[in-house]
């Protein structure tokens, strides 16, 4: 089965940094656009960051600067480097893996479980 394990959250202060990480199986990894997502209680869940398979990236106006995506094809896995965190960062993150090949009807995704990030004094 398929399977996307997100890691690296925990608390952290203010201005500091983590490292997520998501480890996929169960999927050809170089072909899918990856995604970091985030979302807090009462809101919906929103794209921090993306990845394509050929290796574009985007990022919400909220992270530009801050943060950072990349990923290692060899290994299976998604990064995104958090820096200069704020307490407004908090929220549960979500790895995204999506194939979607318009031509024929394609359009698949799987989400992670998603790891806590807590940024608080």
């Known amino acids: 089965q398929v399977q996307l394990v997100e890691s690296g959250g925990g608390l952290v202060q203010p201005g500091g940094s983590l490292r997520l990480s998501c480890a996929a199986s169960g999927i050809i990894f170089r072909l899918y656009a990856l995604g970091w997502y985030r979302q807090v209680p009462g809101k919906q869940r929103e794209l921090v960051a993306g990845i394509t398979s050929g290796g574009s990236t985007n990022y919400a106006n909220s992270v530009e600067g801050r943060f950072t995506i990349s990923r290692d094809n060899a290994k299976n896995t998604v990064y995104l480097q958090m820096n200069s965190l704020k307490p407004e960062d908090t929220a549960a993150y979500y790895c995204?893996?999506?194939?979607?090949?318009?031509?024929?009807?394609?359009?698949?995704?799987?989400w992670g479980q998603g790891t806590q990030v807590t940024v608080s004094s």
């Open positions: 995204n893996a999506r194939i979607a090949i318009r031509e024929w009807r394609i359009d698949v995704g799987y």
